[in-house]
T-cell receptor, first 115, second 111 residues
Framework: DAGVIQSPRHEVTEMGQEVTLRCKPISGHNSLFWYRQTMMRGLELLIYFNNNVPIDDSGMPEDRFSAKMPNASFSTLKIQPSEPRDSAVYFC?????????????FGDGTRLSIL | GESVGLHLPTLSVQEGDNSIINCAYSNSASDYFIWYKQESGKGPQFIIDIRSNMDKRQGQRVTVLLNKTVKHLSLQIAATQPGDSAVYFCAAGRENNDMRFGAGTRLTVKP
């Protein structure tokens, strides 16, 4: 079975550029989550969707970050403009239960470096 | 606010021994707890979870123990194998609230 698919796996760009991270959840899962992982702060939930609708975006660090889920099989996380402190590994996860508090299936992440 | 921490950042065990990874949480209202395993270059992988109405749950070679009195949970891995080498995260959450992850413990299994 295909798991959660993220692209790109690696992204290196200069500060000020727009960055778009992509995620394809597991087919049939109705919840999608975006996380950021850094050495300093660990794994942090940024936003999650149920049935394509954003439920909680309180973890989104600032207005430079936005996330969309136009359909059940695709989501994007966009950073504009990007800054060096946004460098991190960004994970997408999906689940079938509709709540944060359940097992989630993670993709292998996008390693983002902002120069 | 919620904070979730681990007692040790690293743990080294001999192959075949049992491993115990500990985790403390701060929010007494937390009612759902989960353990993930993360291998290098990969995303976290679900291991086992437990709800606050239980104090023990067993899976294949793994057991999670929950002590709500002292807000502590542990992950026990029986007969640790080289493939168990990874970073292990605990997380705690409340219904309709975000889940907070611990910093992780790196488990190294020596042959």
């Amino acid at each position: 079975d295909a798991g959660v698919i993220q692209s790109p796996r690696h992204e290196v760009t200069e500060m000020g550029q727009e960055v778009t991270l992509r995620c394809k959840p597991i087919s049939g899962h109705n919840s999608l989550f975006w996380y950021r992982q850094t050495m300093m702060r660990g794994l942090e939930l940024l936003i999650y969707f149920n049935n394509n609708v954003p439920i909680d975006d309180s973890g989104m660090p600032e207005d430079r970050f936005s996330a969309k889920m136009p359909n059940a099989s695709f989501s994007t996380l966009k950073i504009q403009p990007s800054e060096p402190r946004d460098s991190a590994v960004y994970f997408c996860a999906s689940s079938s239960g509709g709540s944060v508090n359940q097992p989630q299936h993670f993709g292998d992440g996008t390693r983002l470096s902002i120069l | 606010g919620e904070s979730v921490g681990l007692h040790l950042p690293t743990l080294s065990v001999q192959e075949g021994d049992n491993s115990i990874i500990n985790c403390a949480y701060s929010n007494s209202a937390s009612d759902y707890f989960i353990w993930y395993k993360q291998e290098s270059g990969k995303g976290p992988q679900f291991i086992i979870d437990i709800r606050s109405n239980m104090d023990k749950r067993q899976g294949q070679r793994v057991t999670v123990l929950l002590n709500k009195t002292v807000k502590h949970l542990s992950l026990q891995i029986a007969a640790t194998q080289p493939g168990d080498s990874a970073v292990y995260f605990c997380a705690a959450g409340r219904e309709n609230n975000d889940m907070r992850f611990g910093a992780g413990t790196r488990l190294t299994v020596k042959p």
